[in-house]
Nanobody, 127 residues
Framework: QVQLVESGGGSVQSGGSLRLSCTAS????????MGWFRQAPGKEREFVAA????????YYADSVKGRFTISRDNAKNTVYLQMNSLKPEDTADYYC????????????????????WGQGTQVTVSS
């Protein structure tokens, strides 16, 4: 089992920044790829970003490319999502997820392909 706990959400104005963190426990953190997803009210959960187990490969949704940066610190069992130039349409609950056993460079963007999920952290961007 893997337990994931997100933090760092909050309310910001358009153009502002936030950094989300997700700390994992329960299994060797470096043995799985990690992803961030988000879900706005009334919408389906959507892919935001993913990072390989060593951090050498990253993958972003087009909607956040150039504004968001995913990174990880395996020594701290933590993955981050730095969000800059935030827009009102970024408002959502943000979830981190673990793709257990994925030690390759192929990164997934489908929620059903991730094995463990955090409880989510809310991000609100006002105009």
């Amino acid at each position: 089992q893997v337990q994931l706990v997100e933090s760092g959400g909050g309310s910001v104005q358009s153009g502002g920044s936030l950094r989300l963190s997700c700390t994992a426990s329960g299994r060797t953190f470096s043995r799985y790829a990690m992803g961030w997803f988000r879900q706005a009210p009334g919408k389906e959960r959507e892919f935001v970003a993913a990072i390989s187990w060593r951090g050498s490969s990253t993958y972003y949704a087009d909607s956040v490319k150039g504004r968001f940066t995913i990174s990880r610190d395996n020594a701290k069992n933590t993955v981050y999502l730095q969000m800059n130039s935030l827009k009102p349409e970024d408002t959502a609950d943000y979830y981190c997820a673990a793709d257990w056993g994925n030690m390759g460079s192929y990164l997934r963007n489908v929620p059903a392909e991730y094995d463990y999920w955090g409880q989510g952290t809310q991000v609100t961007v006002s105009s």
